[in-house]
C-alpha cells in the first residue's frame, strides 16, 4: 500500500490517499476546503486533478449500502 500526496488546486492544503493498487482514477474530495476533484493517478503519481461538481460526484461515487 502507497500513499499519494495530492495538493489542492482550490486551497493548497496537502492531503494524501492510500492505495492497493497503483493506479486510480476517480473522486476525491480536500480535507480541508472539501472542494471535489476527479483525479487520476498512475504508478503511485498524480497525473491530474480536475474540478468535479456535487452532480458529477453524485453520478460516479459508489453509493453506500445502509448498515442494518
Known sequence: MKMVKIKCNKCDAEGSLS???????GPFR?????????????????????PLSQEEFERIAPKKRPSY
Do not use: M, Q, T
Request: with cysteine; net charge negative; hydrophobic share 35%.
Open 19 to 25: 492505495l492497493v493498487d497503483p493506479s486510480y482514477k
Open 30 to 50: 480536500c480535507w480541508k476546503c472539501r472542494e471535489l476533484f476527479l483525479i487520476k493517478v498512475e504508478d503511485n503519481e498524480l497525473i491530474s486533478c480536475e
